[in-house]
T-cell receptor, first 114, second 119 residues
Framework: AQSVTQLGSHVSVSEGALVLLRCNYS??????LFWYVQYPNQGLQLLLK??????LVKGINGFEAEFKKSETSFHLTKPSAHMSDAAEYFC????????????FGAGTRLFVKA | GAVVSQHPSRVICKSGTSVKIECRSL??????MFWYRQFPKQSLMLMAT?????????EQGVEKDKFLINHASLTLSTLTVTSAHPEDSSFYIC???????????????FGPGTRLTVT
């Protein structure tokens, strides 16, 4: 069984500050891991994905995430927040053994203060 | 590339009527499409997995007779909400997974969503 836990339903940072969104996963098989962003009344956009290659994954818009197997974590970071980063962020896990069924975390709303 | 469209983007219907939502992969073929429902300020809830040419697989608790899914081609899946009621009001999002191409990872490409309001 797979699951995803996102710590913190809301995160607030100042513009220019470090963004850290936490994600822990549980999977009985080696997983694929994803971060998606959702703006109001829109679908989801893929930020980045981990597919068992490099553990540090770089994505779009300056985001990156590090896969840490020992901690079963896949936290999302960005060195300097922009106002345009304010959105809902979802961590997701999918088995790499086929089926492609993806389980999403509850989401973290990022607020960026001027 | 990898664009998924949904139509309509918003729909308002009266209680008891049926509504069809289309999900299209515009520039790729999708063996598998997924339908999600999202309540305000909540995560996505997977409703069903749709495979081209076969019956959809519904998640536990989702009424297959109420949410009819058809995946008639490799680029089109439809979700029909039958006899809609106000509690069916929600944001419905589809996603599509491209045909496997040797090593391709199973990321999903999401449509922009359809806001259904049942009055």
């Amino acid at each position: 069984a797979q699951s995803v836990t996102q710590l913190g339903s809301h995160v607030s940072v100042s513009e220019g500050a470090l963004v850290l969104l936490r994600c822990n996963y549980s999977s009985s098989v080696p997983p694929y891991l994803f971060w998606y962003v959702q703006y109001p009344n829109q679908g989801l956009q893929l930020l980045l994905k981990y597919t068992s290659a490099a553990t540090l994954v770089k994505g779009i818009n300056g985001f990156e995430a590090e896969f840490k197997k020992s901690e079963t974590s896949f936290h999302l970071t960005k060195p300097s927040a922009h106002m345009s980063d304010a959105a809902e962020y979802f961590c997701a896990v999918s088995p790499n053994t086929g089926g492609f069924k993806t389980i999403f975390g509850a989401g973290t709303r990022l607020f960026v203060k001027a | 590339g990898a664009v998924v469209s949904q139509h309509p983007s918003r729909v308002i219907c009266k209680s008891g009527t049926s509504v069809k939502i289309e999900c299209r992969s515009l520039d790729f073929q999708a063996t598998t499409m997924f339908w999600y429902r999202q309540f305000p300020k909540q995560s996505l809830m997977l409703m069903a997995t749709s495979n081209e040419g076969s019956k959809a697989t519904y998640e536990q608790g989702v009424e297959k007779d109420k949410f009819l899914i058809n995946h008639a081609s490799l680029t089109l899946s439809t979700l029909t909400v039958t006899s809609a009621h106000p509690e069916d009001s929600s944001f419905y999002i589809c996603s599509a997974t491209p045909l496997p191409r040797g090593g391709l990872t199973p990321e999903q490409y999401f449509g922009p969503g359809t806001r259904l309001t049942v009055t």
